[in-house]
């Protein structure tokens, strides 16, 4: 079986359409705006990730490499927003939920940059779990991020 295969018959299943739908019924269309001027970063960022992460799922042999490098870049913005509302708390953690799921049955593995050593790397979701429990901290104290 090809990649390009592997990778239309993950997508194309239940534990995909679920990335798809999860986040936007999370925030039914308040975007993390309840009490606050300025919306929650983190929903685009999301979005950002969902589309580049459909594309690719979608590429031909031809642009695949270029539509992997995009997923690549939209996952590391991703892991370099933090909520700033607990709408966005909630997205955030339900979307890294499902993409922990649907990478681990696709096998499909991306690492990012080691917080304090430069050599070594770390799984994507260190990221995610990091700015989640931030986010809950300075929300619950009222704080801002």
Known sequence: MSDKLDRRTMLTGAAFASVLVLP????????GTIGCEEPDPIFSAI???????????????EN???LGDIEKEALYALLDEAPTTLAGVVALSRY?????MLFSA??????????????????????IHRHV?????????????
């Open 47 to 61: 979005e950002a990730h969902r589309k580049a992460f459909i594309d690719w799922g979608n590429g031909s042999d």
């Open 106 to 127: 696709m096998d499909y593995s991306r690492s990012a940059a080691h917080p304090t050593d430069e050599k070594k790397s770390v799984d994507w979701s260190y990221y």
């Open 24 to 31: 936007v019924a999370v925030t039914a269309g308040s975007h």
């Open 96 to 100: 890294s939920a499902e993409l922990t």
């Open 64 to 66: 695949i490499g270029r």
């Open 133 to 145: 429990a931030d986010a809950v901290l300075n929300l619950s104290s009222g704080a801002q991020p």
